[in-house]
C-alpha cells in the first residue's frame, strides 16, 4: 500500500521531522478518530490536525480541544494555536490543564503578546510548584520583559530575505558563507513547494548540501554538491567551513522511522564545488546525536563546537568542544557549563575572534529560538547575551554567520514574510544581515509641554530627497516608553514628525550630508494638549427581545419625516446589523397620545418605516428589518438616562397621558410627549445578546463660532466618511475604495504627505493639490492583499502644508479594516 509524504519545515534543526499528507475524504467520526491516531504515530502531524479538526467539527468533543491545540503548535501555526490553547484553558473549570499554560505562555510569547505571555506563565509556577519547567518558566518570564525594554530596531544593522534566488517553499537550513561573503553553502530538498514521495521510495528523498555564488546583488541558482558531501541514504545538512574556507564541516543523518537515530559529524578538504570524498571526524561522534559543528579556538588550540543530546548534559541539546589533535581527530568532547547551556536547547554555534554566538530556548528571549552570544578572556565565558531585535523575532531565529570583513552575514529564520508550503510560520528561509560600517542612528524622545515623558507617541520619519516625501517609517514608542529609535542613511534629508493621539503634531528637519563617521543624534518633542473630548461612552449590553431606545430618532407632532439628529443613531443600527449580517431585528415606532387611537397607529407604522427605507437605502436587506407601528398603546417607561436629562422625570415613571396631564408646565409636557415619540429597536433572531456602545443623547444646539481662527480663517479637512469596512477578502484579492472629503473650514488647505502601507496603493496623487472652502476632493485608493497574512486595520495618514495657531502640522487619517479568508 502506497502513501504519500509531505516535508516540511523543522527539518534537521532541531532534528528531523517528516509530516505526511494522505487525501482527505468525508468520513465518521470514528473513522476520522482512527486515521488522526494513525498519522500522529507516524510523526504526520498536518493530516493528523486535518482528521481531529474534521472530529471535532462533527462531534464538538470538547477532550480533542488540547489535541488540536498541540499540533497546531507542532506545525508552527501559532496563531491558531494560541487560540485553541485559550479556548482549552478557559473551559478548564477544574484546572486539569495546568501544565498547558507553559506552552500557551510561550504561544503568546511567539504571537508577540508579552504582558499577557508573563501573566501566563506567573499562572503556571502558581498552579505547578516545583514542576521540572520551573527554570525554563522563570527564563521566559525574563525573555518577555526583556522583549518590552529592547528597542525596536538595531542600531546599523538591516536584516531581510534573501528572497527567491535562495528561499523556496521548503525549509532551507544553517547557512554559511565563505570568508569573503561571495559564497554560501545550505541545506534543503530540490524541490520549490511541498514534497511527495511513495513510501516505498521515501530513501530517495534527503536533505543535500547546495552552493551558490554571489555576483553583484543576485545569488545564482543553488547547485547540489556532488556525492563526495552527499551522499545517498543520508540527510546531508548542518555545513560550516573553516576560516581560510578549504574544510567543510556538516552532518549526516539517519531516520528510524520517522525518528532521527544517526546523526554523525563528517569533513572534507577542498574549496567551491571542489571536495574531496568526506570523512568521520575521530573523537566527538558516539551513541548520541551530534550536529552544527563549527571551528574555533580556546586555550591557544584549534577546537571544535558542537550541539549533542549525549548523556550528563543540562538539558535537550547542549554546546560541547573537543580539542584537534590530528587530522579528523579531536579530543573527548568537554560540555562547555551552566555559564552557556541550559535546560533547554543550545543549538547552532558560530565562533568568530573570541566570541561565540548560537541559538537557545533555555536563556531569557523574544520568542522560541534566539541568538546570544558570549566573549572568551582566555579563562571564562562572558555572560550570555541576547542579541536584540533583527537577528531576533517573536519565533525561531538561528545559524548566523559572518564573512570574513565581519559586515555581511546570514541567519535561518521561520519570522513572518518568509516564503513558507504551509501556514505562515511553517518553514525557515534564509535571512542576509548587513551592518553598516558608519552608523547615523537617532534618538527621539516625546514629552508634555512641561516636559514630562509622553508614553504611546507615534514618531514618523520621512527622508525627502529631492524635495519629494518618501514612504514614512513610523515607531511607537509603547505605554511604557516615550522613546523610539531610527537608522538614518548617509546623504539624506529627513522630517521628523511626533505625534500622540491627545496632543498636536509638532514636525523638526535633520539631514545626514556630509557625515563622514559613525554619529548619534537626538531629538525632543514637546507636545502641546488637544482639548480634553468627551469621555467615551458607556456600554449597554442587550439581550434578545430587549428594546433599547434610539434617543436621537426623534419626530415632529403630526410627522414622519426623520430628524437631521437621527442620523447618528442610525448610523449606530447600520454598524451593528453590519457587524452581525445573521441579525433580525424589529425597528419600532411609538406615538404621544395626542391623536385618535388609529391614526398614531398608521403614524407610528409610517414613522417605524421611514427608519427602516433609511437603512435599506446603506444596503441592508428589507427581510432583516421588521417595521412596527405600536401608536400610543406602549408609553415611555423613563430609565436612568431619561430622568438624569429632565430633572422633573424619576427612572420608573410611565409616560401615560394621566402622568403628563399631571405635570406642572407646558414645556414638561412637550417634553415627555416627545420622549413618547420614539423609535426602539430589538433583536428578534440572531445573538442572544450583544455588548454595544452606549447611543448617546445629542444636543440640538447650534455650535457657538469657534473664536481661536487666525486672521484669514483655517482650513478644514472632513471626510464623508472616515472608516470603511471591505469584510471578507480573499488572500490575493484587491479592494478599491474612494474617500470623499471637503474643505469645511474657510481657508485653503493643501495635501503635503499621504503615508500608507505597501499594501495600499494611491491611485490619484493629491500631494501638493490644493483645495479651497467648500471645494470637494477624492482619494481613491486600493487595496491588495497579497502580501498580507492576517485581518487588519489600516491607517492612511493625510498631511496638510498648514498648521495650526501654535506651528503644528494638521493632519487627518481615515482607515479602513478587512477580514482575510486564505
Sequence with gaps: ??????????????????????????????????????????????????????????????????????????????????????????????????????????????????????????????????????????????????????????????????????????????????????????????????????????????????????????WSKPQELGGEINRPGFHNSNVRLSPDGSTMYFTRAKLQGNTVSESKIYFSKGGGDSWSGAQE?????????????????????RVLFFASDMEGGYGGFDLYYATLIGEGEYSAPVNMGDVINTPGDEETPYYREGT????????????????????????????????????????????????????????????????????????????????????????VGTFTADKKPLTSSTVYLVPTTNDKMGTPNAQNSGDKSNVVGFDLALETPYMLIGTHPDYYPDTVTLNTVGVKESTSLEHRFYLEPKPVPPPEPEFDTLDINEPIVLENILYDFDSDRIREEAESDLRAVLEILNDYPEMVIELSSHTDSQGGDDYNKDLSQRRAESARRWLVREGIDRDRIVAKGYGESQPQTVNARAAALADFLNEGDVLTPEFIDALETQEQKERAYELNRRTEFKILEGPTFITIKRIQKKETTKEAPDRGSLPGGKPEMKFVKEFVDFGQVRKGEQKEYTFVFYNAGDAPFTIDLISACDCTKVVNDLTGETFEPGEKGRLEIIFDSSEKDESEVIDIDIFLAESDENGTPLMKTVQYKFELVK
Excluded at 536563556?363 to 578572556?377: A, I, M, N, Q
Aim: a negative charge; glycine letters at 8%; hydrophobic letters at 35%.
Design 1 to 218: 500500500m502506497k502513501n504519500a509524504y509531505l516535508i516540511l519545515g523543522l527539518i534537521l534543526f532541531s532534528g528531523l521531522q517528516v509530516l505526511q499528507a494522505q487525501p482527505l475524504t468525508k468520513s465518521s467520526v470514528e473513522q476520522n478518530l482512527i486515521a488522526a491516531r494513525k498519522s500522529w504515530a507516524n510523526l504526520d502531524y498536518v493530516n493528523a490536525l486535518e482528521y481531529y479538526e474534521d472530529a471535532y467539527e462533527d462531534s464538538d468533543e470538547r477532550a480533542l480541544i488540547d489535541t488540536i491545540a498541540i499540533l497546531q503548535f507542532k506545525v508552527r501555526d501559532y496563531r491558531s494555536a494560541e487560540r485553541w490553547f485559550s479556548r482549552l484553558l478557559r473551559r478548564d473549570k477544574e484546572e486539569e490543564f495546568t501544565k498547558y499554560r507553559y506552552t500557551y505562555g510561550q504561544l503568546l510569547k511567539m504571537n508577540e503578546k508579552y504582558t499577557e505571555a508573563i501573566e501566563e506563565f506567573q499562572l503556571f509556577l502558581a498552579s505547578n510548584p516545583g514542576d521540572s519547567l520551573e527554570t525554563l518558566a522563570k527564563n521566559e518570564i525574563s525573555g518577555a520583559e526583556l522583549a518590552l525594554e529592547l528597542p525596536q530596531n538595531l542600531k546599523g544593522v538591516t536584516v531581510e530575505n534573501a528572497g527567491r534566488d535562495l528561499n523556496d517553499k521548503v525549509s532551507e537550513y544553517t547557512p554559511t558563507l565563505s570568508s569573503n561573503g561571495k559564497e554560501i553553502y545550505f541545506a534543503t530538498f530540490d524541490a520549490d513547494d511541498v514534497i511527495y514521495v511513495d513510501e516505498e521510495n521515501m530513501e530517495e528523498t534527503y536533505a543535500m548540501i547546495y552552493r551558490s555564488t554571489l555576483d553583484d546583488t543576485d
Design 356 to 443: 561565540l554566538y548560537f541559538a537557545s530556548t533555555g536563556h531569557p528571549g523574544l520568542g522560541g529560538f534566539d541568538h546570544f552570544y558570549s566573549t572568551w578572556d582566555g579563562e571564562k565565558w562572558s555572560p550570555v547575551l541576547n542579541m536584540g531585535r533583527g537577528y531576533n523575532t517573536s519565533v525561531d531565529d538561528y545559524g548566523f554567520t559572518l564573512d570574513e570583513e565581519g559586515y555581511f552575514g546570514v541567519l535561518t529564520s521561520n519570522r513572518a514574510g518568509g516564503r513558507s508550503a504551509y501556514g505562515r510560520t511553517c518553514c525557515d528561509d534564509i535571512y542576509t544581515v548587513n551592518i553598516a560600517r558608519i552608523v547615523v542612528d537617532l534618538m
Design 281 to 301: 571526524l575521530k573523537g566527538v561522534n558516539g551513541d548520541y546525536i551530534a550536529k552544527h559543528p563549527t571551528p574555533g579556538e580556546l586555550y591557544g588550540k
